[in-house]
Nanobody, 110 residues
């Protein structure tokens, strides 16, 4: 089955860190560009990170705090998120090969 499955979300205090995983099955994720997006309650889905064969890219809102990476041996892409703030609260989705995962909830709150 061709799919993406996110995991690693949860509740974290401001200033904390989380690492999200996006596991691909049915295709080789290293052959595709992979994006992470997020959607906060009542808002649209925003892009937060990309990884391609040429490197990585981020919007200003997360640059320096978020890091996207791959483990080709696990067919998985990660999103390391540091120095989290309540404004990072959202459902996080990965996208690759015209697929979306089901999302994982990240809540930043004290």
């Amino acid at each position: 089955q061709v799919q993406l499955v996110e995991s690693g979300g949860g509740l974290v205090q401001p200033g904390g860190s989380l690492r999200l995983s996006c596991a691909a099955s049915g295709f080789t994720v290293s052959q595709y560009a992979v994006n992470w997006h997020r959607q906060a309650p009542g808002k649209g889905r925003d892009w937060v990170a990309s990884i391609t064969g040429d490197g990585t890219n981020y919007p200003d809102s997360v640059r320096g705090r978020f890091t996207i990476s791959r483990d080709n041996s696990k067919n998985t892409v990660y999103l390391q998120m540091n120095d989290l703030t309540p404004e990072d609260t959202a459902v996080y989705y990965c996208r690759a090969n015209a697929l979306w995962g089901q999302g994982t909830q990240v809540t930043v709150s004290s």
